[in-house]
C-alpha cells in the first residue's frame, strides 16, 4: 500500500523558516495537500493542489511537489504556527495521509 | 457559513455496531464529495472512506472494507457512516470531511468537529 513518510518532529524559532516534508513513491505525480490541527481542534487544510493557499491562509504557508517529496514552508513562523500538520494524497482509489509532524517553535 | 455536524458516537462493545451521522448547511451539499478521517486518541489521521456527490462512487480503507458503509442521502443534506463488527482499534475521532474537487486536488477543506466513538466491552 501507498505510504506517506514525514519527519515525526520540526523545531524552528521564531521569525525563522520551518520546512517540513512528505516523501511517497512518485508523489510529484500527484497532488498533495496540508493540514494543520491544533490540540482540540479540528485539521484545517492550509495547502492545496501542492502549492495554492485557501482563502484565510496566511502568505508565509507555501507548498511545493516535485519527485517523490513535497514540502510545507513557513516563512516567518510565529508562535500560533505550532500545531501538528499533515500531508495528504490520492493513490488511485485511496487516501493516504502522512504520520504528522509535530512543529514547535521554541 | 459552512457547517457539518457529527453525531452518533458513543461507547460501544466490540463485534457491535453504531451508525454515524454528518449533517451539512450552509452549502449545496448534493455537489460535493464527501469523506470520513478518523483519529484513535493520540495518533494521527487515517482516511475511512469517500462518496462521491451523488453516490455513484464509493471508496473505503481496507481496515474497514466489507464492515463499514458509507452513504448519504441529498435530500436531507446528510451523510452517514454504519459501522459494524467493531474492534478496539476502531476507537477515534470520527470526522466528516468535504472534499470539492477531487481530481484537481482540493483536498478537504471543510471538517467537523467529530464524534467520538469508543469501542470497549
Known amino acids: 500500500s501507498y505510504e506517506l513518510t514525514q519527519p515525526p518532529s520540526v523545531s524552528v524559532s521564531p521569525g525563522q523558516t520551518a520546512s517540513i516534508t512528505c516523501s511517497g513513491d512518485?508523489?510529484?505525480?500527484?497532488?498533495a495537500c496540508w493540514y494543520q490541527q491544533k490540540p482540540g481542534q479540528s485539521p484545517v487544510v492550509v495547502i492545496s493542489q501542492d502549492n495554492k493557499r485557501p482563502s484565510g491562509i496566511p502568505e508565509r504557508f507555501s507548498g511545493s511537489n516535485s519527485g517523490n517529496t513535497a514540502t510545507l514552508t513557513i516563512n516567518g513562523t510565529q508562535a500560533m504556527d505550532e500545531a501538528d500538520y499533515y500531508c495528504q494524497a490520492w493513490d488511485s482509489s485511496t487516501v493516504v495521509f502522512g504520520g504528522g509532524t509535530k512543529l514547535t517553535v521554541l | 457559513e459552512v457547517q457539518l455536524v457529527e453525531s452518533g458516537g458513543g461507547l460501544v462493545q466490540p463485534g457491535g455496531s453504531l451508525r454515524l451521522s454528518c449533517a451539512a448547511s450552509g452549502f449545496t451539499f448534493s455537489s460535493y464529495a464527501m469523506n470520513w478521517v478518523r483519529q484513535a486518541p493520540g495518533k494521527g489521521l487515517q482516511w475511512v472512506g469517500y462518496i462521491s456527490a451523488r453516490s455513484t462512487t464509493i471508496y473505503d480503507a481496507d481496515s474497514v472494507k466489507g464492515r463499514f458503509t458509507i452513504s448519504r442521502d441529498n435530500a436531507k443534506n446528510s451523510l452517514y457512516l454504519q459501522m459494524n463488527s467493531l474492534r478496539d482499534e476502531d476507537t477515534a475521532v470520527y470526522y466528516c470531511?468535504?472534499?470539492?474537487?477531487?481530481?484537481?486536488?482540493?483536498?478537504?477543506?471543510?471538517w467537523g468537529l467529530g464524534t467520538l466513538v469508543t469501542v470497549s466491552s
Open positions: 470531511a468535504r472534499e470539492p474537487n477531487r481530481s484537481g486536488g482540493s483536498g478537504f477543506d471543510f
Open positions: 512518485k508523489l510529484g505525480n500527484q497532488y
